[in-house]
DNA sequence: CGGGTTTGACCAGCGC
DNA sequence: GCGCTGGTCAAACCCG
């Protein structure tokens, strides 16, 4: 990357290569304004990636999105808005509203195992389970058994894209504490309108194009690598992008988005 | 025996 | 009205 740069950029010196006590002011004012460069290039790409993983959660989301007909009515609370149950953004023709207590939940497991039991601390009490038109692999249902008086439902069922992804649906808000002292394996959750799977908050994609702070920069940069390494392909994808951004960087300097679309799109 | 799971039956919303 | 579908019920069963 670093060699890239200053490949790419021949203006640019390389500090490294003396000590720091016999560089001049014009040197160092150099080496910030490579700096400067650098943190615009990121910026840039990040953004690109931001793009890029919200078109990739959509596609992603509405192919796993239970596409429910029924209980319109339990369904639709907050009338008068319109969103889309997975990233929040999409208003397509039909209106797909979702209560606003209902979050889900995405657990990595293995693939191997069948069992629709996702661990959040509190106790469940199985009460049906049923095979959806729209994924092979079938729904269980769970009321929550620790107090009667609890309303929590929620309901799990393996991706349909993704065999070693489970989805649960919560619906409803406990009114007690967790019944046990498991750690909740919830390292993907997301409330109903953001995205689904390596979850990267929007808010941190919306603050890396929008904010100027370069410290702030870096805690969202890090927030944002440890949301997206979460994701095996998302994270190929950005390796894949930063080598494209690298070697395409001479001669494509205005197609930013080429390289991660490309990836993406395979 | 109590609590949880399984599973077929039933109910209700929606489109045609 | 009918068929399809998701959600729920409840009897039977299992397990510690």
Redo the contacts with the bound molecule.
């Keep these: 990357m670093e060699k890239a740069l200053l490949q790419t950029n021949p203006q640019f010196i390389d500090l490294n290569s003396k000590p720091m006590h016999e560089t001049s002011n014009d040197e160092l004012i150099q080496e910030l304004s490579r700096m400067k460069w650098e943190n615009k290039k990121l910026n840039e790409l990040l953004t690109v990636v931001c793009r890029n993983y919200h078109d990739f959660a959509k596609k992603d989301c509405a192919e796993e999105l239970?596409?429910?007909?029924?209980?319109?009515?339990?369904?639709?609370e907050n009338s008068g808005h319109i969103f889309h149950s997975c990233c929040g953004e999409c208003s397509p023709g039909?209106p797909r509203e979702i209560k606003s207590n209902t979050s889900r939940v995405h657990v990595r497991i293995d693939p191997s195992d069948t069992?629709?039991?996702v661990k959040d601390g509190y106790?469940?009490?199985?009460?049906?389970?049923?095979?959806?038109?729209?994924?092979p692999s079938?729904?269980?249902?769970?009321?929550c058994?620790?107090s009667p008086t609890c309303p929590v439902?929620k309901?799990v069922q393996r991706s349909a894209g993704d065999a070693s992804l489970l989805v649960a649906?919560y619906?409803g808000q406990h009114n007690h504490r967790p019944s046990s002292g498991e750690v909740p394996a919830t390292p993907l959750r997301s409330p109903v309108g953001q995205q689904p799977a390596a979850n990267i908050d929007p808010a941190i994609c919306r603050r890396i194009e929008n904010e100027e702070s370069e410290i702030d920069q870096q805690v969202l940069v890090e927030q944002m690598a440890s949301s997206l390494t979460r994701n095996h392909s998302f994270t190929a994808a950005l390796v894949a992008a930063i080598t494209g951004r690298i070697l395409d960087d001479g001669s494509e300097e205005n197609d930013d988005s080429f390289s991660i679309s490309r990836v993406l799109s395979e």
């Design positions: 239970f596409a429910s007909r029924k209980r319109k009515s339990d369904q639709l039909r069992s629709l039991i106790q469940w009490r199985k009460y049906g389970q049923k095979v959806t038109r729209d994924n079938p729904r269980a249902y769970y009321k058994s620790h439902k309901k649906i619906e």
